[in-house]
């Protein structure tokens, strides 16, 4: 059995990573047809998906009272938020900087990781609704990273300021600490409403009755969403908004 709403959530997820491959393959060929003196005259090819229907049919097994824990937060939660906090510090900071985008990536995924799980009480905090501790240790992880070594120090604040690279860092910081909150919230909602427990595999249905079969059609689209800078000089900030 499985979660109704986990079901769903992988199917759209799904879809959505399905481009994802589909625009790394793009930009992977791309650098071959750029390289080729006859493909280069050529137009890249990309797949691009606007709609997609999905036919789910599933027996509901049981309707049960949720139960949610801070591990449950951390762990369905954790990797997105550090994710987009990370990929905003490589946009806004690394990249810009000229530095090693992909050896710093990994070391501030495993420093966020380390900020969020290293103290359950100030996540416990940020989940009731007070960040201020956990937007600090954030904050601190990347700068650690970021600007405790010379060289990347030099190259960070060659054509900005140390303050504004640390305010940067500080808002990236807090946004990924709010997205903890919004986490929190969801999953409360969730354990409030209760779990519908689903039979969705071939080998659970192949016995159940046509009958009692439920049958959900999912149509989705695929929204793209591209970086625009907002303000000027050096208070322009980059966000996504849809095309």
């Excluded at 709403?5 to 790394?24: H, P, Q």
């Excluded at 890249?44 to 049919?57: E, F, H, K, W, Y």
């Excluded at 060659?158 to 986490?183: M, P, T, Y």
């Excluded at 249905?205 to 009958?211: E, F, R």
Aim: aromatic residues 4%.
């Amino acid at each position: 059995m499985a979660d109704l709403t986990d079901v769903l959530g992988a199917v759209l997820r799904d879809i959505a990573r399905a481009r994802v491959v589909s625009d790394l393959f793009s930009r992977d060929i791309s650098k071959e047809y750029a390289a080729d003196p006859i493909l280069e005259a050529f137009p890249v090819p990309r797949a691009d998906i606007r709609q997609a229907s999905v036919g789910l049919a599933f027996a509901v097994a049981a309707v049960n009272p949720r139960t949610a824990r801070l591990d449950d937060v951390i762990e369905a939660h954790a990797r997105t938020h550090g994710a987009a906090f990370v990929q905003g510090l490589l946009e806004d900071l690394v990249e810009r900087a000229g530095l090693d985008r992909d050896a710093l990536r990994t070391e501030l995924v495993q420093a966020v990781d380390d900020a969020v799980r290293g103290d359950p009480k100030t996540l416990e905090k940020a989940l009731d609704g007070s960040p201020e501790l956990l937007v600090q240790r954030l904050t601190k992880a990347a700068a650690e990273v970021l600007l405790t070594d010379a060289e990347r120090l030099r190259a960070l604040t060659r054509e900005r300021s140390l303050a504004d690279v640390r305010e940067v860092i500080a808002a990236a910081a807090a946004g990924c600490a709010a997205g903890f909150g919004a986490a929190a919230a969801l999953v409360s909602a969730r354990r409030a409403a209760g779990a519908v427990d689903v039979s969705v595999s071939l080998r659970e249905l192949l016995d159940v009755p046509q009958a009692v079969l439920s049958r959900i059609e999912l149509i989705t689209e695929i929204r793209n969403y591209t970086w625009v800078d907002v303000g000027d000089g050096e208070r322009a900030d980059r966000r996504l908004q849809p095309e």
